[in-house]
């Protein structure tokens, strides 16, 4: 929550997290997979309750519902990304971030994306005017790298990591009529070059030196 407020001080239009569902069915803002890394426990956020998680602490902070989070932040566009779950988890997984959605009334200021087609598939079912966009990165296959399968998923937007973008590729996303947000940029000068040929948004970590590189 303090980098989500400290972004939107610095001038961002928004912000990217990422969401998982907890045991007891919420989704919850966390990146990884278990709490590992960041709090050297080993236990998967799957096999905790919410009532659980509000026990742990990162840098002294909590770990925030997407709820609590687009409450905070009733201004700010909001890429939710979808991390890969089982299929036996996907459904509730959509359904329980197209519910939040609709509840603190973010439609038109969120973007829902995925790294995984077919979440992005049942969201297309279940809300198709959730806005979606595909993530795509280099050392994926050629059908992701490309978004060959945004045809099929129908998204407003592609996610290609910046090593993807070229000026070609960019020509041929617009002509389809994709909004490219692209990611992680912290270059200054790659940022330019990537304004310059059209990319309509960048995903950095810096976002008052993105302003910059921009201006």
Known sequence: MVAMAGAMSAGADGFELDVRLCKSGELVVFHDEDLQRLCGDPRHIAQLTLEELQDIRVADQGIPTLLEVLQEFPDAMVNIELKKHPMRQALAL????????????????????????RLLLMLRVLDPNLARGLLSAEEQGLPLRRGWLARGLAPSAVHPEHVLVTEARMKHWRKRGLRVHTWTVDDPMRIAALAQIGVHGIICNDPAAAIRALA
């Open 94 to 117: 959509v359904q329980g971030c197209a519910g939040v959605v609709q509840q603190t009334g973010s439609l038109g200021r969120v973007l829902v994306s995925s790294f995984d087609p």
